[in-house]
């Protein structure tokens, strides 16, 4: 069974920094793909990043780039997303999200729907 696990959200001051994590069991991220999205009340789910577990490349959303970053643990089958320079529109709460992605495989999901596995989220609250 597919489990994924968020954690690290809670509330940041305006300007601050939070790592959010990804906990990953039940299946070979070797053959998958992660990314993050986040969805504020009211609005439709923002894709924030994604990173390819074999070749550990990123995409990272043009809106967070500078102040965002993807990374992953093999040995903890873990995937982190370092928030800094947080803002008050940065509030949501945050999903991990995997899909099935072969290593010949080098299209980005962007979309919700292209992944079939999600956490419950964590969220995430800023302060001004």
């Known amino acids: 069974q597919v489990r994924l696990v968020e954690s690290g959200g809670g509330l940041v001051p305006a300007g601050g920094s939070l790592r959010l994590s990804c906990a990953a069991s039940?299946?070979?991220?070797?053959?998958?793909?992660a990314g993050w999205f986040r969805q504020a009340g009211g609005k439709d789910p923002e894709f924030i990043g994604a990173?390819?577990?074999?070749?550990?490349?990123?995409n990272v959303a043009e809106s967070v780039k500078d102040r965002f970053s993807i990374s992953r643990d093999k040995d903890k089958n873990r995937i982190y997303l370092p928030m800094n320079s947080v803002t008050p529109d940065d509030a949501a709460i945050y999903y991990c999200?995997?899909?099935?992605?072969?290593?010949?495989?080098?299209?980005?999901?962007?979309?919700?729907?292209?992944?079939?596995?999600w956490g419950p989220g964590t969220q995430v609250t800023v302060s001004s």
């Open positions: 999200a995997v899909r099935p992605q072969a290593p010949f495989d080098h299209r980005w999901a962007v979309r919700r729907n292209e992944y079939p596995y």
């Open positions: 039940g299946l070979a991220l070797s053959t998958n793909s």
């Open positions: 990173i390819r577990w074999f070749d550990c490349r990123t």
